[in-house]
């Protein structure tokens, strides 16, 4: 298989895979990942009057576009759009579809499903990464200054969890544990993800 169909199979399946893992985190119902809680938190301060969340999300995610197409609009591609118009949807009936397989789950069982949420979407984050066709604009963010910088990926990603955490706090939003589990856990895993599954997988050995 040529490399460039393997990336475009990387970043389809990745992207879908991670919307399948949202749809876990969201099931467990045990706190919003970490740019969730920056959004809630940005929501709640807004004034009376103000447009509703999901243009307030639509709104500041337009932002963090533009100014990643400014900063390295590599970074803007198929996983970009899959992202936009795809994920939500996966996302959505997943959950759905776990409420209804599932119905009033013990506190275990959406820990469970919080742990195995995160390891997968941490798995697939890497697959669409590596593929390097386009990421979510905030997962630009990290990429970008880990390859502007020359600082870790893991370390970028720590950073950027941990602030939008603190600020959607400060201003009023909810902080779960599994907040706390993402934004310390998932730039680690992702690296390794990368190193050991994503990397050999498009390349046919750990790049490097």
């Known amino acids: ?11 389809i399946s ?12 969201n099931f467990s119902a045990l706190g919003l ?6 959004v809630h938190g940005i929501f709640y301060i807004l004034p009376e009057g103000a447009p509703g969340f999901g243009t307030v ?6 932002i963090l576009l533009v100014a990643i197409f400014l900063a390295d609009r590599k970074k803007i591609g198929l996983g ?18 776990f409420e209804k397989l599932i119905q009033e789950p013990s506190l275990p069982v959406r820990f469970i499903f919080l742990l195995l949420g995160i390891v997968i979407m941490c798995f697939s ?22 390859e502007k910088r020359k600082w870790k990926f893991q ?21 779960g544990i599994g907040t706390l589990v993402t934004a310390f856990f998932m730039g ?15 390349y046919g050995k750990a790049k490097g």
């Open 125 to 146: 984050s890497a697959l669409y990464f590596t593929a390097d066709m386009g990421v979510s604009a905030y997962d630009a963010v990290s990429l970008i200054l880990s």
């Open 33 to 38: 990942d970490p740019f969730q809680v920056f």
């Open 57 to 62: 999300y639509a709104v500041l995610n337009l």
């Open 1 to 11: 298989m040529q490399e460039r169909t393997r990336r475009i199979w990387m970043t």
């Open 188 to 202: 680690p895993l992702i690296a390794f993800f990368n190193r050991t599954v994503a990397e050999p997988m498009r």
């Open 14 to 25: 990745g992207v879908l895979i991670c919307g399948f893992s949202v749809g876990m985190f």
């Open 80 to 97: 970009t759009l899959i992202n936009i118009f795809l994920l939500g949807y996966v996302a959505e009936y997943s959950s759905l579809l």
């Open 155 to 175: 370390i970028c990603r720590i950073s950027s969890d941990l602030f939008c955490t603190v600020v959607g706090f400060v201003f009023g939003a909810t902080v």
